[in-house]
C-alpha cells in the first residue's frame, strides 16, 4: 500500500485529539457527499493538481541491502560476552568517565556505568580511540579539543576538554548462527528462502513508500498553494473552531486550572493569541480538505469496504501501533477514518499523474 501519511487529519488541531469527521455510521457510498456536501468551486479554485513536475528516484532492492537486513536481525538477538583482549571496533565498554574543562566538572560530562559500542560515533573519535585496546578494568585519560561547531552540545564547540576513563568491561558481540532452525525459532519463517523473501518485500514497501512520501510532498504542496480559496464556508469554520476550543477548555477544565493559564503553560500563548492560532489553522486544514474533497469528486475517487478494512487495519497496526482494527475504530470514528484513507488516495493519485524527472538515472 502507498501509505502516505494523512496530511489532513494528521492535524491534530491544537486540542490533542482528532476531531471527527463523520458519523459512525457513515457508511462507504457517502463519504464524497457526507462532507462539504456543496459546490465546491463557490469557495476554491482549484489548481491543477496533473501532469505536476517533480523530482523522483528509482530504486531496487539489492543483495547487499538484504544481507544488511539479515546482519542486523541477527545483531537483535546477539548476546554481549565478556572478553580478556583489548576493546576493538564492534565490542560494547561499560566506562565510568568524569570531564572537565579548565579544571571543573561541566554538565553532562560525566556518568557511571555508560555502555558504549565503539565505532557508533555516540562519542567524539577522539573519546573512542582512547578505549581502543583497553583491557577490563583499565585507568585511562585523554585531551582533546570539541569540534566546531559541535552540534551534540554547541554550548561546548572549540573547547579544550579532559576525560578520566575507567574501563569496567570489554564485551564482544556474539551473534546467532544463521540457519533455519534459527529462522524457524526466533522469527517465525518456514525456511531461509521465505524469511529473504519477506525482507525483500519489506524493503521493497519501505523504499515504496519513502518515494511516494518524497514526491507527494512536492506535488501537494504546488496544489495547495496554487489554489485560492474564494472564500470560506462559515458553518465549517465554526464547527472545527468550537470543537477544537471546546476539546481544549474540556482538558484545562480536567487539569483544574484557568483558561487563561493552561494555554499559557502549553502554548506560550495569550488568549487572544491561542484563538488568532486556532482560527488560522482551522483555515489551512478546511482549504486542505476542500482540496482533496475537489480533487475526489472531480476523479470519482471512493473507498470499498475492502479496501478500507485493508488500509485501516495497516494504518492501526504500522502508524496508529494498536493491536487491531477494532481497537482503531473504538479511538476514531469510522467517518473519519473512511475520510483519512479517501484522503491518502488522493494523495497518491497526483503522485501518479505527476510527471517525474529521476535523478539517478
Not at 482528532?18 to 489548481?47: P, R
Not at 475537489?294 to 487495519?313: D, Q, S, V, W
Not at 484513507?341 to 497526483?350: Q, R
Amino acid at each position: 500500500m502507498k501509505k502516505l501519511i494523512a496530511l489532513l487529519l494528521s492535524m491534530v488541531c491544537a486540542a490533542g485529539t482528532m476531531v471527527s469527521c463523520g458519523k459512525a455510521d457513515d457508511g462507504f457510498d457517502g463519504i464524497l457527499t457526507h462532507n462539504y456536501n456543496y459546490d465546491l468551486s463557490e469557495y476554491i479554485d482549484l489548481a491543477e493538481y496533473k501532469g505536476l513536475p517533480a523530482e523522483g528516484y528509482r530504486y531496487e532492492v539489492t543483495d547487499e541491502m538484504v544481507e544488511e537486513q539479515i546482519l542486523s536481525t541477527r545483531s537483535f538477538y546477539s548476546r554481549l560476552t565478556d572478553v580478556e583482549r583489548g576493546a576493538q571496533i564492534g565490542d560494547t565498554v561499560y566506562i565510568d568517565y568524569v570531564g572537565t574543562m579548565d579544571g571543573a566538572e561541566f554538565e553532562g560530562g560525566s556518568e557511571t556505568d555508560c555502555e558504549l559500542t565503539l565505532g557508533t560515533g555516540t562519542f567524539p573519535d577522539e573519546f573512542e580511540n582512547a578505549i581502543l585496546g583497553a583491557t577490563a578494568e583499565t585507568e585511562l585519560s585523554v585531551d582533546f579539543t570539541f569540534p566546531d561547531p559541535y552540534l551534540t552540545a554547541p554550548e561546548y564547540s572549540g573547547r579544550d576538554v579532559h576525560f578520566d576513563i575507567h574501563v569496567h568491561t570489554v564485551c564482544e558481540q556474539e551473534l546467532p548462527e544463521y540457519t533455519e532452525d534459527f529462522v524457524r525459532g526466533y522469527l517465525g519463517y518456514d525456511s531461509i528462502a521465505d524469511f529473504e523473501a519477506g525482507l525483500r518485500q519489506l524493503l521493497a514497501d519501505r523504499y515504496q513508500n519513502m518515494y511516494y512520501q518524497y514526491v507527494n510532498g512536492q506535488v501537494w504542496n504546488t496544489v495547495y498553494e496554487n489554489t485560492t480559496v474564494k472564500k470560506f464556508p462559515e458553518d465549517e469554520v465554526r464547527k472545527q473552531y468550537d470543537e477544537v476550543v471546546e476539546a481544549e477548555k474540556y482538558y484545562a477544565g480536567l487539569q483544574g486550572i484557568n483558561f487563561a493559564d493552561y494555554i499559557g503553560v502549553n502554548y506560550q500563548m495569550t488568549e487572544d493569541e491561542y484563538y488568532a492560532f486556532v482560527q488560522e489553522e482551522v483555515e489551512k486544514r478546511i482549504k486542505r480538505e476542500m482540496i482533496c474533497y475537489a480533487i475526489a469528486r472531480a476523479e470519482n475517487i471512493t473507498l470499498t469496504e475492502e479496501e478500507y478494512k485493508k488500509r485501516a487495519t495497516e494504518y492501526a497496526l504500522d502508524y496508529y501501533g494498536l493491536e487491531s482494527l477494532e481497537a482503531f475504530e473504538t479511538v476514531y470514528s469510522h467517518g473519519s477514518i473512511c475520510q483519512m484513507l479517501m484522503f491518502d488516495k488522493v494523495h497518491e493519485a497526483i503522485v501518479d499523474y505527476a510527471e517525474i524527472t529521476y535523478v539517478n538515472d
